[in-house]
């Protein structure tokens, strides 16, 4: 119960920062759209690309593959960029500055070209992941989605570390690791609580677009069943994208308190302790 309430907590306390500037909640939302725009033509593309057989199989072929991880590969990088946008204007308010929007995407673009080496690692790893997965058994998906989970634990302060501190992927990759072995994975608790927000946000949405869904569906009015159905999608959306920005003060706050050794404005030292607390072994 400690742990839910400090999850909680630091939720409150990532939205404090967060609702200074108000107006960074729109770079997740940038992304997507960019993301959808951009990568659109790779997917077209490798669709078209994809033969199918007499039998009604698809079979992709080098071609389609290469337009695929292109595609990932376009897409991890913007959603890399606004993401870093975003931890820069987040470090600049925990600084004691005051970002905006377009501080935010001039800082992200300094380091346009740091962060390509990152984007490459980060999407190849993703799609070799999902590849395995999707070729293994029921034992191996929860094998590799367990791989991935450790991954993204592993290298959660690359990021902050690349762009705030202006380092190399290696030497970010070599630092973030190691303060997951100090911190042992204690960065879940405050992810669990942004989680359990997007939980929350589901759930609303659940109840508010799924009685007007079965009613178009009983009823069988299709406009009312469509409009339900997109009303829980634009929610979700809008869920995601908040869990997005909270996620981004969030770790940026985290980066300050276990590579820096600073207790970020805004945060109390009892919940960014708990969050990123060095485990000590015990004796007997």
Known sequence: MGRISNSISLVKSSWGVLSKDKELIALPAISGVVSLVCVAP??????????TTSGGDAQVGPLGYALMFLGYLVGAYITIFFQAA???AANERLSGGSPTLGSALSAATQHAGAILPWAIISATVSMVLRAIQ?????????????????????????LPILVIEGTGVKDALTRSAGAFKRTWGENVVGNA????????????????????????????????????????????????????ALSGVFQTALYRYAVLGEEPQGFTHDQIAGAFRTKTRRLG
């Open 42 to 51: 790779f997917i077209v593309g490798a669709f078209v690309a994809t033969p």
């Open 134 to 158: 999707e070729r293994s058994g029921f034992l191996g998906r929860i094998v590799i989605g367990l791989v991935g989970m450790a991954w993204t634990l592993v290298t959660f302060l690359v």
């Open 193 to 244: 609580g942004i989680g359990l927000v997007g939980i929350v946000g589901a759930l609303i949405g659940l109840v508010v677009a799924g009685p007007i869904v079965a009613l178009g569906i009983t009823g069988d009015v299709m406009a009312m069943t469509v409009g339900g159905i997109a009303l829980f999608v634009i929610w979700m959306i809008l869920v995601s994208v908040f869990t997005a």
């Open 86 to 88: 975003l931890i820069l």
